[in-house]
């Protein structure tokens, strides 16, 4: 309970995640509390972090489960053949960079496996913190702070910066568009993700003037793409993710509003890393990077 406490940044998401009810899991977090003999959990209006010493007993935690696991592969008589890479990544991010990156490790580093995860930016830098993941492909906006502000500070390794583009259809309003005016988009109709500011995603064009007139909801790139290759509304994206656009849909920028930039990076824990845990930051980068 501790762990995904930690990671999904409040009890509701916590309770959620587990099938408990929200009250059910402040009762065990409390209880906790009082077996530890320490306060474990920061409440906050925006949800809940680990304090120092939740964060020693977190990390003891994993120590615990991670034996467990060992113990079993040896009880079982597993031999590890392959180094464990666990890797997350925001969402726009994993149609266009897994795939590629699998195969190129898969040719040139077949002893490493990766597992994968999707979820938003302040989710991965959970994961990271909490230990849940190795390794995560985050998304930054400037004036690009750190992914947090806890201490000490994430690793961080630049990909590239994409610019945001209004994903359209090929035969609605701005076919045959290179470029839209932002005042044409204050009445277009926008394919949206529910949004909040701790889990910021993308949707309605950053800035846009007056109030969205929001159509649809949705989470999964696929489906929104494809709404917008059907003509129901237009959606941001960034421009990285051009390549998979499926049939029908185009990318048009965005004038009479600075252009909005996104960064994408590689994080990880500070200190000392793995060949495997290089050898995939390595791959992401290349191929992102070219």
């Not at 309605?204 to 109030?211: E, K, S």
């Not at 993710?241 to 996104?262: C, D, K, L, T």
Request: aromatic share 4%.
């Amino acid at each position: 309970m501790l762990c995904q406490i930690a990671e999904s940044g409040s009890f509701s998401a916590a309770a959620e995640r587990l099938g408990y009810t929200q009250s059910a899991v402040s009762r065990q977090a409390a209880a906790l509390e009082r077996g530890a003999g320490a306060t474990l959990f920061e409440r906050r209006p925006d949800g809940v972090r680990l304090t120092r010493p939740g964060l020693t007993l977190l990390r003891y935690a994993r120590t615990i489960l991670e034996s467990v696991d060992a113990a079993e592969r040896d009880l079982g008589g597993e031999t590890p053949r392959t180094q464990v890479v666990r890797l997350g990544l925001f969402q726009s991010a994993g149609p266009v960079i897994l795939p590629v990156a699998l195969a190129r490790l898969a040719a040139t580093a077949p002893r490493i496996t990766v597992t994968t995860r999707e979820a938003t930016t302040p989710g991965l830098t959970r994961a990271l913190r909490t230990g849940s993941i190795d390794l995560a492909v985050l998304s930054s906006r400037p004036p690009h702070r750190p992914p947090d502000g806890d201490s000490p500070r994430l690793r961080t390794t630049t990909i590239q910066d994409t610019e945001l583009l209004v994903a359209a259809s090929a035969t609605g309003t701005f076919a045959g568009r290179t470029a839209v005016h932002i005042d044409e988009l204050v009445d277009a109709p926008w394919i949206a993700t529910a949004s909040t500011n701790a889990e910021p995603l993308l949707g309605v064009w950053p800035g846009l003037p007056g109030r969205a007139r929001i159509v649809h909801s949705a989470r999964d790139w696929m489906t929104k793409l494809h709404l917008v290759a059907g003509g129901f509304g237009v959606t941001t994206v960034p421009e990285s993710m051009s390549p998979v656009f499926p049939p029908g849909v185009i990318g048009v920028r965005v004038q009479g509003a600075p252009p909005e930039i996104r960064r994408i990076l590689v994080a990880r824990l500070p200190g000392a890393t793995t060949p495997a845990i290089t050898a995939v930051t390595e791959a992401i980068a290349s191929l992102v990077g070219r």
